[in-house]
Each structure stands twice: as structure tokens, then as C-alpha cells.
């Protein structure tokens, strides 16, 4: 499962990112673009992510996850389409298997949200077991 190797390599990123910015206490999300032939199956992903995050500045962490559909153009007509899964990339305007993958295969981090200052205390008061 590739899947642990992204969300480690995500981990990493974003606490390498919150430890160069002073004073940041807590990563409460990560919002990812995954492209449709990236090969990254999202609930294995999240799964991982989880994991990953344990014991870390992103332990708790929300894993938000876009999806990119592929799309491609014919370079002999320029038409584009949709590739879907699996992939036609076969150009299905004039035939053509001179095509150019533009869309699809992204997999990249677009945003962090993250606390900085001390940590927030709990406001909430403990619910009382009934007897």
C-alpha cells in the first residue's frame, strides 16, 4: 500500500513547514488535491494519513482530499475530454493516439490550516454520568 508512503511524505512536509513558522501548536487540516490517475485510492489515503499523524504536531488532523478528473488533448485536432477510469486516451474526435495528458495525475498539498499560540483549554464542562 503506497498510500502509508504518501501520507508519511505528506506528514513530513507540512510539520517540516509548521516548524520553520514560529510559535505553530497544533495542524488541525491538510487539504490535498488527488488526481484521478494518480494511483492513490482516498479512503486508504485517509486511513494512512491517520497513522501517520500519530504522535506529531499533526496528531488529530482533518485529511481533506479534491478530486482532479483526468483530462487529456489530441495534439493532431486539440480536442480535449474527460479521460475517466480506466483511461481512453484515444482520441475520441478523430482517432488519434498522439494525446497530452493535462490533467489527472496531480497529487499535491494546497492548503494547511494550522494553531499557533498556546494551546486552546477545553471550555467544555465533563458530562456527568447518571446513576
Known amino acids: 500500500m503506497h498510500e502509508m508512503s504518501v501520507a508519511l511524505a505528506v506528514v513530513d512536509q507540512v510539520a517540516e513547514a509548521a516548524g520553520r513558522s514560529a510559535g505553530v501548536t497544533a495542524v488541525r487540516s491538510v487539504r490535498l488535491q488527488v488526481g484521478e490517475l494518480a494511483g492513490v485510492v482516498p479512503d486508504a489515503l485517509a ?46 474526435a478523430c482517432g488519434a493516439t498522439h494525446t497530452e495528458l493535462l490533467a489527472g495525475r496531480e497529487l499535491r498539498i494546497v492548503d494547511v490550516h494550522w494553531e499557533d499560540g498556546p494551546p486552546h483549554a477545553s471550555t467544555r464542562e465533563p458530562i456527568s454520568e447518571e446513576r
Open 47 to 92: 486511513f494512512s494519513f491517520e497513522l501517520a499523524c500519530a504522535g506529531t504536531l499533526l496528531e488529530g488532523a482533518e485529511l481533506i482530499t479534491e478530486a482532479v478528473p483526468g483530462r487529456a488533448r489530441c495534439t493532431p485536432c486539440a480536442y480535449e475530454w474527460a479521460v475517466g477510469m480506466p483511461p481512453r486516451l484515444t482520441c475520441p
